[in-house]
């Protein structure tokens, strides 16, 4: 029986899978690209507030997290975030800068899936949609049955991402896969996901205040919103700070960045002898927030302990830490070093960006990289 035969099937229609679908296209491959839901890019339309913070103008292997943090390196210099604003502007997609190099459509994340779309179409990419991958099976060349048929290729690449976001169809399908053809794995854990607490740190009568704060866990630090929430915090600096925290460990937040909280309420008592401490903080941070801090020693405001008991988990977790262990990876071309044919990208690897596009920028990059190399 004669089955469709292509020289790459990329399995999974995110980011990544887009991206290295296109550029194997470009080099003249002939590229099957399959996702199980009903529609690619699923996560890209949802992102940013469906504007899509598809990439960050400071995009560098610094602000990636990985077992190995050079591994991301080789994809992050080929292909920069200077060359996916270039792709977007060639598209004629207006977008705006934000906050800390944050890159978003003016319009609408459903541009930015026409524009993968366009490109995959332009060079004759086979998309299909509601195809789920039920066996990979490998001899002199991959087949790979779907419950609409099966499939022949040289190829293959792991494009289905990691756990976060399950309702979104994420699964552990590129990890399951990956273990069978016996590449290993890092320890995962959600990231950029809520933290909760519990009393005396807890105070759902904050739920909704926020305040800019500088959130550390070891030696790692950011400066953005905090916000509470009825079962812990949230916000930028959380969700940042929560990629680095594991169960366990303590994070300091100071609720006062740039301000000696002993020297501002010595002189604000000074000048109002007769306010209450919580009156003085107000002038600070919001009120309900200088009211649940009022017993707080001053030091204490710049160094707040505490000790989360959980992550809100992978459902309300913007990526996945960990993944498939670079060290079976080619960092030049995403292959399998021991499963010749076998590539990974995107999410389902152990790379993790920081929040505001770094992700994307990754998916673009590794994706871009495995094209060049199918």
Not at 274 to 284: H, N, S, V
Not at 335 to 345: E, H, Q, S
Not at 349 to 369: H, I, K, P, R
């Amino acid at each position: 029986m004669n089955r469709p035969t292509f020289d790459v099937v990329v399995i999974g229609g995110g980011a990544a899978g887009l991206m290295a679908a296109m550029r194997a296209g470009q080099r003249g491959r002939r590229v099957l690209l399959l996702d199980h839901a009903e529609k690619v890019g699923k996560k890209i339309l949802i992102s940013g507030g469906g504007r899509c913070n598809f990439t960050n103008t400071g995009a560098a292997p610094e602000r990636f997290i990985s077992a190995n943090p050079h591994f991301c390196k080789s994809a992050l210099a080929r292909y920069t975030q200077h060359d996916f604003i270039a792709l977007v502007d060639k598209h004629g997609i207006a977008w705006h800068e934000k906050t800390l190099g944050q890159l978003f459509c003016d319009g609408s994340a459903r541009q930015i899936v026409a524009m993968l779309l366009a490109e995959c179409a332009a060079v004759s990419v086979d998309v299909r949609v509601a195809h789920r991958v039920t066996n990979i099976e490998r001899s002199d060349r991959f087949r790979v049955t779907t419950d609409q048929g099966a499939f022949e290729a040289t190829a293959v690449v792991l494009a289905t991402g990691g756990l976060s976001i399950p309702k979104m169809g994420a699964s552990g399908f590129a990890h399951d896969w990956a273990r069978r053809f016996g590449l290993k794995m890092t320890q995962t854990r959600p990231g950029l996901v809520p933290l909760t607490l519990k009393a005396p740190e807890l105070a759902p009568e904050l739920a909704g205040v926020s305040l800019d704060v500088v959130a550390r866990c070891g030696k790692t630090s950011f400066r953005e919103a905090m916000l509470f929430t009825h079962r812990g915090l949230s916000g930028p600096a959380v969700l940042q700070i929560s990629s680095y925290w594991h169960p366990g460990e303590q994070i300091s937040i100071d609720l006062l960045p740039g301000v000696d909280a002993a020297q501002f309420l010595k002189e604000r008592h000074h000048a109002r002898p007769k306010a209450e401490r919580r009156t003085l903080l107000a002038e600070a941070m919001p009120q309900r927030a200088a009211q649940f801090f009022e017993t707080v020693k001053p030091e204490q405001l710049n160094d707040w302990r505490i000790a989360p008991t959980g992550t809100e988990g992978y459902a309300k977790a913007e990526v996945t830490v960990g993944g498939i262990d670079t060290a079976g990876l080619s960092s030049q071309t995403m292959a399998a070093r021991a499963v010749p044919g076998l590539f990974a990208i995107g999410e389902a690897v152990d790379v993790t960006g920081w929040l505001g596009g770094y992700n994307f920028q990754w998916a673009w990059s590794s994706g871009w990289a495995a094209g060049e190399a199918l």
